[in-house]
């Protein structure tokens, strides 16, 4: 199986235009209104050789207060997070904290990396420590998705091990329990 690479962040945050060029055509709605992503939406992107199933969850906004959509929406990111392998955690450039909902940070397992990804860069300069960030936009649909695309690569699979002539495993198996 591909590993599996979830992208989380507030409301317009821009979770759904970059899924969407990482891809190269429209697999995720995109619209100024927040919501619009209302379950996740996973698709297989190639990273440079790397496929992974990449997705998209509703934005999470923890300073709007709970509403039944907003449960929603944490349980379902709350899940699938609780399954990748590595959590791309995307940050506008007008949020001064950078935090994510602590409700999420706890579903996040202890050996599952993170890549801070600054999105909307166009829009003005990030307040908050990075490791990339992208700026798509019409005229510039892909400025920063090649370092995005090396850091995940790197995160997931480390130069170090492809120089490694041995076969080595990606995926490890995952022993049925009884009963299921």
């Given amino acids: 199986y591909p590993p599996v690479v979830v992208a989380i962040g507030r ?89 994510l909902d602590p409700r999420l940070e706890r579903s996040i397992q202890a050996d599952v990396q993170r890549i801070r990804l600054g999105t909307r860069a166009d829009l003005g300069t990030h307040l908050v420590d990075l490791d990339c960030t992208v700026a798509i936009t019409k005229t510039a649909p892909s400025a920063g998705i090649d370092s995005l695309v090396s850091q995940i690569r790197e995160a997931l699979v480390p130069a170090e091990i492809l120089k490694d002539r041995r076969p080595w495993r990606f995926w490890e198996a995952i022993e049925p329990t009884s009963g299921v």
């Fill in 11 to 99: 409301s317009n945050v821009g979770k759904s235009t970059l899924i969407n060029a990482l891809v190269g055509k429209q697999v995720s709605l995109v619209a100024d209104v927040v919501g619009t992503t209302r379950d996740h939406v996973g698709v297989l992107v190639d990273l440079g050789g790397l496929v992974v199933r990449w997705i998209d969850t509703p934005g999470i906004d923890e300073r709007v207060g709970s509403s039944s959509n907003d449960s929603d929406a944490i349980r379902i990111a709350m899940n699938v997070i609780a399954n990748a392998q590595l959590v791309v955690h995307c940050i506008n450039s007008n949020d001064d904290q950078g935090e």
